[in-house]
């Protein structure tokens, strides 16, 4: 079975998890599906829409996803905790796949893995999104 692993910390976008966990999440299918966050299994991450996620597990779930898919973040999101960005690094050197969701693009960019590539975001973002981090080629 395919391990497909939400990376959440500090706010998420509701409807950028929801969306994976959509694809994801419902069975029968081929996929393990799950959501992970500093602090996980029973943290809480909050939402931009007002409500919190309270997570199954930790970091820890992305020593053996196959996937790794960052949902959009919220205004409120920074710093990004190093914890999640080394994970995230440690997924991607082991091999994993690594994806994000419109401003989890921002997650992606400064963990490293989006210098020298082109990547997008939310149109309202592309602009602080090309400011933050030069390395990356951003298409508004």
């Known amino acids: ?3 497909v692993v939400g990376l959440i910390a500090k706010q998420v976008v509701a409807i950028d998890l929801a969306i994976p966990a ?6 029968p299918a081929p996929y393990a599906w799950t959501v992970c966050a500093p ?19 930790g970091l820890d779930a992305l020593e053996d996803a ?7 973040i919220g205004d409120d999101a920074w710093p990004m905790p190093d914890a999640v960005l080394d994970a995230l690094v ?8 690594v994806a994000s969701i419109c401003t989890g693009a921002f ?7 989006l210098d020298g590539r082109r990547a997008t975001t939310h149109w309202r973002y592309a602009g602080l999104l090309a400011r933050s ?8």
């Open 1 to 3: 079975m395919h391990s």
């Open 22 to 27: 959509q694809v994801f999440g419902r069975g």
């Open 90 to 97: 440690a997924a991607h050197e082991r091999g994993a796949r």
């Open 39 to 57: 602090g996980g299994p029973g943290a809480t991450v909050g939402t931009e829409n007002g409500f919190d996620v309270v997570v199954p597990r």
């Open 133 to 140: 981090f030069p390395n990356v080629t951003v298409e508004p």
């Open 66 to 72: 196959d996937t790794v898919i960052v949902p959009g």
């Open 107 to 113: 997650v992606l960019a400064a963990a490293g893995l």
